[in-house]
């Protein structure tokens, strides 16, 4: 009996994370998706002191605008509810702010819309003005109203969850389905050279290709030995940006067959006990149940003490990990909670019909 109690209890508890996992797990398997259309992008990585970077930071905007104009630069920086609390962002969960190449990245290969267009009227007042000023506070002069017209706003197409990279670490991906995204015309023209290098080196802004990228390091005096020459101590390198992210999802991924592999040992267990149990039960009972049986009573009222006292217990069980599940996961819970109920009765009703025809053929 205690075990049977204890088995119930882990296959109800572990139900609601299982099942959290397994729905986690079609947003992996998306993520990873995106990764590897993403496995061609690499990120500059500083490794220099704070004021050598500083003083690299024009040949960085230079190198950008370069990249720029051989379509060969993609950027994605994406603001959270969280990281602007003042800010009434209204429906929308954040605001991201991307180039053309980034959108033709991660939309390639999908045959549905992607995104539509969101008129300015439909964007609250609050969040207009902060992407204005955003934009302002980044520039080199400040933003024209001519450059400004040239930003589009747009959201992802019903059923779409547009992949954006999260603001000061561009090698983690938000899905999101309610994502402001603001399409810059230029990021050289609308952001100054302190922002790029700042967002380069957070994989913000990625390049396309290693071999074309070093090229780019290289001829703007960004190799190794240029920086050398100038007297500089640190390096800049350059990186894939895919092959954490792929390793992350790949690594859900395993916990998630884990958790789901755990679970169905933990009800295959609980099952067994709740047979041992019964059968237990049944041969202790047996002298009692079989003249009852044979004097014309259901199983049901015989079994009726038995079953109510261990459908009270798991009652109890359950009403203890309702209370300390999440709410999303109840589902699931529910689930294994009446799998538990019925599989008890349902023990002890076979094991008093097989001690009965055991006694009835002088076997027990």
């Given at each position: 009996?205690?075990?049977?109690?204890?088995?119930?209890?882990?296959?109800?508890?572990?139900?609601?994370?299982a099942?959290?996992?397994?729905?986690?797990s079609?947003?992996?398997?998306?993520?990873?998706?995106?990764?590897?259309?993403?496995?061609?992008?690499?990120?500059?990585?500083?490794?220099?002191?704070?004021?050598?970077?500083?003083?690299?930071?024009?040949?960085?905007?230079?190198?950008?605008?370069?990249?720029?104009?051989?379509?060969?630069?993609?950027?994605?920086?994406?603001?959270?509810?969280?990281?602007?609390?003042?800010?009434?962002?209204?429906?929308?969960?954040?605001?991201?702010?991307?180039?053309?190449?980034?959108?033709?990245?991660?939309?390639?290969?999908?045959?549905?819309?992607?995104?539509?267009?969101?008129?300015?009227?439909?964007?609250?007042?609050?969040?207009?003005?902060?992407?204005?000023?955003?934009?302002?506070?980044?520039?080199?002069?400040g933003?024209?109203?001519?450059?400004?017209?040239?930003?589009?706003?747009?959201?992802?197409?019903?059923?779409?969850?547009?992949?954006?990279?999260?603001?000061?670490?561009?090698?983690?991906?938000?899905?999101?389905?309610?994502?402001?995204?603001?399409?810059?015309?230029?990021?050289?023209?609308?952001?100054?050279?302190?922002?790029?290098?700042?967002?380069?080196s957070?994989?913000?802004?990625?390049?396309?290709?290693?071999?074309?990228?070093?090229?780019?390091?290289?001829?703007?005096?960004?190799?190794?030995?240029?920086?050398?020459?100038s007297?500089?101590?640190?390096?800049?390198?350059?990186?894939?940006?895919?092959?954490?992210?792929?390793?992350?999802?790949?690594?859900?991924?395993?916990?998630?067959?884990?958790?789901?592999?755990?679970?169905?040992?933990?009800?295959?267990?609980?099952?067994?006990?709740?047979?041992?149990?019964a059968?237990?039960?049944a041969?202790?009972?047996s002298?009692?149940?079989?003249?009852l049986r044979?004097?014309?009573q259901?199983?049901?009222?015989?079994?009726?003490?038995?079953?109510?006292?261990?459908?009270?217990?798991g009652?109890?069980?359950?009403?203890?990990?309702?209370?300390?599940?999440?709410?999303?996961?109840?589902?699931?819970?529910?689930?294994?909670?009446?799998?538990?109920?019925?599989?008890?009765?349902?023990?002890?009703?076979?094991?008093?019909?097989?001690?009965?025809?055991?006694?009835?053929?002088?076997?027990?």
């Amino acid at each position: 009996m205690v075990i049977q109690a204890l088995t119930f209890l882990l296959v109800v508890s572990a139900a609601g994370p299982a099942w959290s996992s397994y729905k986690h797990s079609s947003a992996m398997a998306a993520e990873m998706a995106q990764w590897k259309q993403l496995a061609d992008q690499v990120a500059i990585v500083f490794a220099t002191e704070m004021n050598e970077m500083d003083n690299l930071e024009p040949q960085i905007g230079e190198l950008v605008k370069d990249a720029e104009s051989l379509d060969a630069v993609a950027f994605s920086y994406t603001y959270t509810k969280e990281m602007i609390m003042s800010v009434n962002f209204g429906e929308y969960s954040s605001v991201s702010f991307v180039n053309e190449n980034w959108l033709d990245l991660v939309t390639k290969g999908v045959s549905q819309p992607t995104v539509t267009s969101v008129p300015h009227e439909d964007i609250p007042e609050e969040l207009f003005q902060m992407v204005r000023e955003e934009a302002d506070f980044l520039s080199r002069d400040g933003v024209s109203e001519e450059l400004f017209s040239q930003f589009q706003f747009l959201r992802p197409a019903d059923g779409f969850r547009l992949p954006v990279s999260q603001g000061g670490g561009g090698e983690r991906l938000l899905f999101s389905e309610d994502v402001l995204v603001v399409v810059v015309p230029s990021i050289y023209s609308v952001y100054n050279d302190s922002a790029l290098t700042s967002m380069a080196s957070t994989s913000n802004v990625v390049f396309s290709g290693v071999t074309a990228t070093q090229q780019l390091l290289e001829q703007h005096g960004l190799d190794v030995q240029s920086l050398r020459e100038s007297g500089m101590k640190g390096e800049v390198r350059v990186v894939y940006i895919a092959e954490e992210g792929i390793l992350l999802a790949q690594f859900a991924s395993y916990v998630v067959w884990l958790l789901n592999l755990a679970l169905v040992a933990l009800v295959v267990a609980f099952t067994v006990a709740a047979g041992i149990s019964a059968l237990i039960t049944a041969l202790l009972q047996s002298k009692r149940d079989f003249p009852l049986r044979l004097a014309g009573q259901s199983w049901i009222s015989i079994l009726q003490r038995r079953i109510v006292k261990d459908l009270f217990a798991g009652i109890i069980i359950v009403g203890i990990v309702v209370v300390l599940q999440k709410p999303g996961a109840m589902g699931a819970v529910l689930v294994a909670t009446t799998y538990g109920l019925l599989i008890v009765p349902l023990s002890h009703l076979f094991a008093s019909q097989w001690c009965f025809n055991g006694v009835s053929r002088r076997r027990i």
